[in-house]
């Protein structure tokens, strides 16, 4: 089971912002971020950091069943 939640630190505890259904007595694991360093990415940043780039020839898109299967070019030149 996955919750995520939003809590506030007082300097001792986190204290939940909301009711929470967890059993009492039961260790769990906490993972933190905070919260306004999470509001401030938008979805093209996030995007943006997962893309990646790939080096290939110039015909790479007109040419894709050449390079990944192996198959004769369209254009020849």
């Known amino acids: 089971m996955t919750k995520t939640l939003h809590a506030v630190f ?3 505890v986190l204290r939940p912002e909301e ?3 967890l059993e009492p007595d039961t260790s769990y694991i ?3 971020n905070k919260k306004d360093s999470l509001e401030s990415q938008n979805l093209w940043s996030v995007l943006s ?3 990646g780039k790939v080096e290939g020839p110039s015909d790479w898109s007109e040419e894709h069943d050449h390079y990944l299967y192996g198959t004769p070019k369209q254009k020849q030149g």
């Open 10 to 12: 007082d300097g001792k």
């Open 49 to 51: 950091d997962l893309a």
């Open 19 to 21: 009711t929470v259904d």
């Open 30 to 32: 906490v993972t933190v």
